[in-house]
């Protein structure tokens, strides 16, 4: 890194395309390393200078360039933030196909540049999938112009989608071409508890084959995932009672394009749930109205906060098969406990939910305080549980700079040296995003 | 060319991975050409040797290696044939995400190799989205293991794109991991006459708006295709006084969950449509029996059929914006006429017809008989028309070796510089399907 001369601390915001194209070229030619930056909400440090980068903000680059109703087709610049861009739809009738957390700060340069995931994935696909076109300044400062508006164009490479995902490293987002979708006219939810994990699955096959189309998200909560929220007050739902002996719990919700027919659907669907013997789950509870259909959300969404009041969170963004989302939970917990750290004063819980329609598990291992020790009795022990079941050790969240070393449990070595050849094309002099995505 | 000096008229048909890889590697060192070779069912010539390149043919790989129902993750040989995939999953309730004309003969791999569109692109998006692995036989025989079966993993490039419709060049694709969809229980169809070709994307607009999840096809037909298509006796729907005056024709198709809610929905689609004043159509028909919904699409089908029974066809595959379909049409007649071609014995019809979802035109041009005449007063004549908006000059069918020399209408010199530097990195000898996709 020390052959960058870059003035640190220093953030360049261009207004235009043009301008980013200025100032990389300038970069490259002095060598100087660039970082370029969204929102700054990953969870990765990709966004962030290692040592003396150029930071390129995006965020005066917030022109909605075109939308096409008929088409569905939004054009816009780089630094928009993803919520914007759902307010311009809104009236329009159309929506993101993406839908995150942290969608008030984030922009969709940087959510392209991240393949970011989120709770919309499992019905609308991914941004491999739903962005149709990127403007695109390389390392050298040439604008790459494929920023079509066209849902289907077979000539020659898809270049753009080498972007989707790299996180910055082989280049900057400056435009971006997405197909919206048309906005659903209902939505509705249901959770369940479930007496035994083993019958997720069967569960969501079920789930699948009845809401078919309507599905829109599959959401594993487990046992003890659950009883925090409940505890620290996130949302409010089933009977005490009623969830006695539940294992775990899933999360089921529906959008459509007509609320009598949706709800005659899951109507359905639960009813033949409870009705069959033996049953797949003890007890349903569906959203009755919007206040119980936010309260159910507030389940799934108030862990992460319910963690952070329990202590500190030790977080694995992974994806393993979806049979085996227990056995990780469960032989991570047996681990730390074989290491004596499952103790009050150690680590407290090991919890885990997540997306099961994208195979996607949020591990956290939640402890009293950061301490070596838990961290080395963590690490590389679930990357290897990971790689042990071909998993992904970052299913959303990416790489960046956290998890570089990390690469290999996930990615073979003929894949790593590809990646090499692809960022030394792009990049000889190594300015792009440097030590993010792959290790300097 | 001539540095080749492959065997020509070789087929070579290895039943594995490591035999494609070791067939690469022998030729990659005494610089044969390869062409990898599906079905053969390519309109372009990809799959053709230009001069005495080996042909490696995946045919006799044809193994299903796994396939789990509950994330509908299917791992499949490239040589599986795509009506056998259909067949295999069925009894699962899942389906292929894509589906041809070519389904009985084509293979996956060539599937994936020329990013195959296709009738259920509208609903289930591209195989960029939809492919989540694969295996790939590197020009010097390296095996590039990619072929996860994780929906999500943002660990690094994600490298299998590049392959996606690269037809060949970078690579062998020897298996893919695919996302299969849930089979839908029910389909239903509507043909529309409309007044004139104005109405058709507020039709668009309305009918996305009232199906939402259900559309599973919106298909463009001009009245001189539909009556070409009756002439020829392909399918039999409508009325002839009921589609006096009927500039074109859209046939639109539900795929869904429940039956008697997708036909509430289209009738009710319907009934809006007719009473409406001014109603965007003359009239429509709704498919009362699995009979009449075949004959409904069998009209659409038989296009292709009924252009061959007229005479020679010139088929542009392009995408334009939605708007320009009728433009592209009429500007490609008037240009003929103007060159004194629109005559019995030379031009005898240009049509138009296809997937406006996608905003995929199949412009036809139907002669007595392929003449240079004609052909010279097409292009680059209908490339300029397609570059003028923006359009792509293969929506679907790839550039093969038939469109190399147009390439440049529809990408600009930064994309096909950066296309050629990606084709040296993964294929510095050139042996790689040499001449297809970028000119030798």
Known sequence: MNKYHGRSTTVLRPRNTKEVSEIVKHCNERRIGIVPQGGNTGLVGGSVPIKDELVISLGNMTNIRSFDDASGILVADAGCILQSLSDYLAPHDHIVPLDLGAKGSCQIGGNVSTNAGGLRLLRYGSLHGSVLGLEVVLPDGT???????????????????????????????????????????????????????????????????????????????????????????????????????????????????????????????????????????????????????????????????????????????????????????????????????????????????????????????????????????????????????????????????????ALPYSKNAVSIEVMKRIKHLFDPNGIMNPGKVLEL
């Open 143 to 405: 604008i790459l112009d494929q920023l079509t508006t066209l849902r289907k164009d077979n000539t020659g490479y898809d270049l753009k989608q080498l972007f989707i995902g790299a996180e910055g490293t082989l280049g900057i987002v400056t435009g971006v071409s997405i197909l919206a979708a048309s906005a659903p006219q209902a939505s509705n939810n249901v959770m369940l508890a479930l007496p035994t994990f083993d019958n997720v699955l069967p569960l969501y096959r079920e789930v699948k084959r009845q809401l078919s189309e309507i599905l829109s998200a599959f959401e594993f909560i487990d046992r003890r995932a659950y009883d925090l929220a409940v505890k620290h007050g996130q949302g409010r739902a089933l009977n005490e009672s009623d969830v006695e002996g539940a294992e775990c719990f899933v999360l089921v919700e529906t959008s459509g394009s007509k609320r009598e027919h949706d709800e005659e659907k899951l109507n359905t669907l639960l009813e033949n749930l409870m009705e069959a013997e033996p049953s797949l789950i003890n007890t349903g509870v569906l959203a009755s109205s919007p206040a119980q259909f936010a309260s159910l959300w507030a389940i799934r969404e108030g862990l992460t906060e319910s963690m952070s009041k329990e202590g500190k969170a030790y977080k694995y963004d992974i994806s393993v098969p979806l049979h085996k989302f227990k056995e990780v939970i469960d032989t991570t917990r047996d681990h730390l406990q074989s290491k004596g750290l499952m103790r009050d004063d150690a680590v407290k819980h090991v919890v885990g939910y997540g997306h099961v329609g994208d195979g996607n598990l949020h591990l956290n291992v939640v402890a009293d305080a950061y301490t070596p020790e838990i961290e080395s009795a963590l690490e590389p022990f679930v990357y290897e549980l990971v790689a042990k079941y071909k998993g992904s050790i970052s299913a959303e969240h990416g790489i960046g700079v956290m998890k570089t070393h």
